[in-house]
């Protein structure tokens, strides 16, 4: 059995059906997923997601959201920076700016869950968000696609986290803390989240039984020492927050692993060539520079009779192969009024972890010279998330788009 009851909150959405309303608060017994709206009986119109009838309008630009405050928003513009998409924005109030190198894409700036109810609505096209706010706000909606399910920032884990001291000292594993004998029906495990969706599915799954959450949002940690809850479901970064309020993590308590991903509408990817093809542009620059980063370009001359040699001798040293192996071409030289190619230049790609290594490794093979510069962008001749975007869409709707020339 799994309650929901919300404290700090008067509406909640996630789930049904056995439903006892008692103003100002409600309860509710949890057998499947579904939509709970607070809204008048009085009112004859339909609000679904932004638009008042549900139904999506249709236009020329491309909407992008993005996150609108906080660490989340600042290393989202960084990153689009980074990738020469700076977001232009006239007025730091307004919440839509624009992209100079896309002309064609509108961003708008909205709170993460926003974007993504926005992007089911027909409301935006594409959003970057954290992969908890996707599976929390999506619930699953085959019309959200993941084009890029690592922008490599934002990390974190949704984690469950309990006292340390009390009843709870010695429970270390969400087993140990199923396994307790104080829950009952009376008398239920209490969890504060505002995962209201992903918190019932994780206990449901994992065989907990007796447990309510209470929704409630920001300074989750104060809730067991105030007696409000016994445990919370909250983001995980460091973990230092909770440490500081008494609370810790426990083993398989973890339900979802998180960082920044780049998510689409299937029905904007499936019915504009247009649309494809910008999500093909930022996917391609988002690859380029996140697989350049912390790589080093490192350019050595070596002495030798051939390239085939030289070749041969950097291909011998573990930490030199490069990305497909060592770029080498020969170093012309004037001497005695004669152009003879005596040295080689050698070039490779290597991390950054490796970089004081692969200088050591290429003067011990004759190396001098030694020059190295940070990459920017490395282009694959074709980046593999490309080809699983195109899969997800299925050949049909791939053909019927490039037919549409």
């Given amino acids: 059995m799994v309650l929901l009851q919300p404290i700090f909150q008067q509406c909640s959405s996630a789930f049904t059906p056995s439903l006892a309303i008692s103003r100002p608060q409600f309860r509710v017994l949890v057998s499947k997923p579904a939509v709970i709206c607070c809204c008048s009986s009085q009112s004859e119109t339909a609000v679904v997601n932004g638009n008042v009838d549900g139904r999506v309008v249709e236009r020329n630009e491309i909407r992008l959201g993005l996150p609108s405050k906080g660490r989340m928003a600042e290393d989202t513009l960084d990153l689009l920076k980074d990738c020469q998409l700076s977001v232009k924005q006239v007025n730091p109030r307004q919440y839509v700016a624009q992209i100079a190198q896309l002309t064609n894409i509108e961003v708008w700036f909205q709170r993460p869950k926003d974007i993504v109810r926005k992007l089911l609505s027909g409301d935006l096209d594409l959003g970057i968000v954290g992969l908890d706010t996707v599976s929390e706000y999506g619930q699953g909606n085959e019309d959200l696609i993941i084009v890029h399910d690592s922008l490599e920032y934002g990390d974190c884990r949704l984690s ?9 000292e010695n429970i270390n594993s969400l087993k140990d803390l199923a396994e307790m004998p104080q829950w009952t029906v009376e008398k239920p495990l209490r969890v504060a989240t505002s995962f209201t969706c992903l918190g019932p599915k994780f206990v449901r799954e994992n065989g907990l039984k007796h447990v309510t959450f209470s929704t409630a949002d920001g300074a989750l940690e104060a809730a067991p020492a105030m007696g409000i809850a016994d445990a919370i479901l909250d983001l995980v970064s460091s973990g230092t927050t909770l440490r500081e309020n008494n609370l810790k ?31 093909h542009e930022i996917l391609e620059r988002l690859e380029a520079h996140l697989r350049a980063v912390g790589q080093f370009k490192v350019t050595a001359n070596m002495r030798g009779s051939s390239a085939e040699e030289v070749a041969k001798q950097v291909l011998s040293q573990p930490s030199l192969p490069g990305l497909q192996g060592p770029t080498v071409s020969p170093v012309f030289c004037k001497r005695d009024g ?68």
Avoid: H, N
């Fill in 160 to 168: 469950l986290a309990i006292p340390k001291y009390g009843i709870f």
């Fill in 249 to 279: 993590e426990i083993e398989g308590g973890v339900v979802l692993e998180s960082q920044a991903v780049l998510v689409a509408s299937r029905k904007f990817l499936s019915q504009r060539k247009v649309a494809l093809e910008t999500t």
């Fill in 338 to 405: 004669k152009v003879s190619a005596d040295y080689y230049a050698v070039v490779i790609c290597v991390p950054k972890k490796a970089l004081y290594k692969s200088v050591q490794q290429l003067r011990a093979i004759g190396g001098s010279g030694v020059l190295i510069s940070p990459l920017t962008y490395i282009f694959d001749e074709e980046t593999p998330r490309w080809r699983e975007l195109l899969s997800k869409l299925g050949p049909s709707v791939v053909s019927s788009l490039l037919m549409r020339g």
